[in-house]
């Protein structure tokens, strides 16, 4: 229901476009997040939006850097990332739940990989 894509091997300090495409129903109504995990860590939110739009909430490690976006008219989320970092080495996966950020995420889309060489 969730496929992530746009992953790839990049050099520190370029950008990268993650994008999540969303195949059930009613993506309008789902809100969205953007979570990584990186080798050795645990699982990571990155950022997340309300299915009703608005500013998106980032984590402390990407704020400023990174930028998440929804189009409902292509039931995608984007997850615009500049200035990567090693330490942004990860997978990085899409997740969805229908209403609102509160609870748990019910569905989960196949990560794609980023690799930031230094």
């Known amino acids: 229901q969730l496929q992530a894509s746009g992953g790839g091997l990049v050099q520190t300090g370029d950008s990268l476009r993650l994008s999540c495409t969303f195949s059930?129903?009613?993506?309008?109504?789902?809100?969205m997040g953007w979570f990584r995990r990186a080798p050795g860590k645990e699982r990571e939110l990155l950022s997340t939006?309300?299915?009703?739009?608005?500013?998106?909430s980032y984590s402390d490690s990407v704020k400023g850097r990174f930028t998440m976006s929804r189009d409902n008219a292509q039931n995608t989320v984007a997850l615009q990332m500049n200035s990567l970092k090693p330490e942004d080495t990860a997978v990085y996966f899409c997740?969805?739940?229908?209403?609102?950020?509160?609870?748990?995420?019910?569905?989960w889309g196949k990560g794609t990989l980023v690799t930031v060489s230094s």
């Open positions: 997740a969805a739940r229908q209403g609102g950020l509160q609870g748990p995420w019910a569905y």
């Open positions: 939006i309300h299915w009703s739009g608005g500013q998106p």
């Open positions: 059930g129903r009613a993506f309008g109504r789902h809100s």
